[in-house]
């Protein structure tokens, strides 16, 4: 059996491969059949070494040698160091696998258009149109650029970046200064930023004189692409519709047969967005009055019988298909001169059919798009 080789390239295993001579670490770079040959000794020197002899000569090499290993070499504290102290030199030393080589990346070489966090939440203070403020619960998303030969970004600089401004009274004046830190602590040349939250304001009744918030999904994003900025405003409208088909046909059954008919509605969502140029401030509170304009069927908070009887009225004097009320919250943003490009999607929620009434109309290049998120409608279900 002496001289049978486990491997083209190892020795025999009758002699011992560690009288070979050591290679001159200093020469050009071993290629891959040198790396191949090196391995295959320090295999067959494994073969005879224990666990406790593999790891002595380095620890890492327990990787390449597949229950060699030592379970717990060397000997390690299990308690938490509380008094342990992170200086610059040690800084220094910790390995930072985002910002490695471009030898590291997975996958195709290609620039990433968005890549960062979405729904970290902080209380964000915001002026309101009154003059005062609202503490509000904000989830915000961050995103940037990725060059196709970066392996990636450190994800916290955004958060850390963006709590810097944290305490500020917000704006999109002040999310521009948070979208200006983050992109220059990533090196990056396109970024984004979005804030969700829930915005209240008080509705009164139709008739009673009562008075409850109604809350409002807003949304601001701050867009910047090849140097070109974008302030962008995304509200969730939620009315009341009437089919008016059906209201002439329960009309048609009392006249013609005496007969009680009632037409259908349905709760409705629209998601209005629109491009916010420079100049007067488009508060919260004018976007929602524009949309009560515009359909003025908005879902109530406070009701008393003659706020329900008022709700019919009004629905009987406002029936409306999902086509009409897209055009009708255009009709009002076309007039409105602190709207650039906007977009209109509507949802009827159908209570007659099992599907959804739908629309989707457009101004401007900002929102053109051929294609839709294939969730889209799905997202405009309100939660109440």
Request: proline share 5%; net charge negative; charged share 25%.
């Amino acid at each position: 059996m002496t001289g049978k080789r486990l491997h083209p390239s190892q020795p025999p295993l009758g002699k011992d491969p560690m009288n070979l001579h050591k290679a001159d670490l200093t020469a050009a770079t071993p290629d891959r059949a040198e790396a191949a040959d090196a391995l295959a000794v320090l295999r067959a020197w494994a073969l005879k070494a224990t666990p406790t002899e593999v790891a002595e000569l380095d620890p890492s090499i327990a990787r390449l040698l597949p229950q060699e290993g030592l379970s717990n070499y060397p000997a390690l504290r299990r308690a938490y160091p509380e008094d342990f102290a992170v200086d610059e030199a040690y800084r220094a030393t910790l390995p930072d696998l985002q910002n490695g080589p471009e030898s590291l990346i997975k996958g195709a070489h290609r620039q990433i258009q968005h890549v960062g966090i979405s729904n970290f939440r902080l209380p964000i203070r915001y002026r309101t149109r009154a003059g005062g403020d609202l503490v509000l619960e904000t989830s915000v998303t961050g995103t940037v650029s990725l060059e196709a030969e970066k392996k990636g970004i450190n994800m916290s600089r955004i958060m850390r970046s963006f709590y810097k401004h944290a305490e500020n009274r917000f704006s999109l004046e002040t999310i521009e200064a948070a979208l200006d830190d983050y992109k220059s602590d990533l090196d990056s040349f396109d970024a984004r930023i979005m804030m969700r939250l829930s915005f209240p304001a008080k509705v009164q009744s139709l008739r009673s004189n009562l008075a409850g918030y109604q809350y409002y999904n807003i949304a601001l994003e701050l867009v910047e692409q090849a140097g070109v900025r974008k302030k962008i405003l995304h509200l969730d409208y939620v009315y009341s519709s009437t089919c008016p088909c059906s209201l002439e046909l329960s009309e048609h059954a009392r006249q013609t047969r005496g007969q009680l008919a009632t037409p259908h509605s349905q709760r409705s969502v629209a998601r209005i967005s629109v491009e916010v140029p420079k100049g007067p401030i488009l508060w919260f509170e004018d976007l929602i009055d524009l949309c009560r304009a515009a359909v003025p069927t908005e879902t109530q908070v406070m009701v008393k019988r003659e706020d329900e009887q008022a709700f019919a009225e009004l629905n009987a004097a406002n029936p409306i298909f999902v086509e009409d009320a897209a055009r009708l919250f255009a009709q009002a943003l076309e007039a409105e001169q602190r709207v650039r490009d906007f977009r209109v999607v509507a949802s009827h929620q159908e209570s007659l059919h099992s599907h959804d009434a739908v629309s989707v109309l457009t101004e401007g290049a900002t929102f053109a798009s051929q294609s839709l998120d294939p969730k889209l409608f799905a997202t405009l279900f309100h939660i109440g």
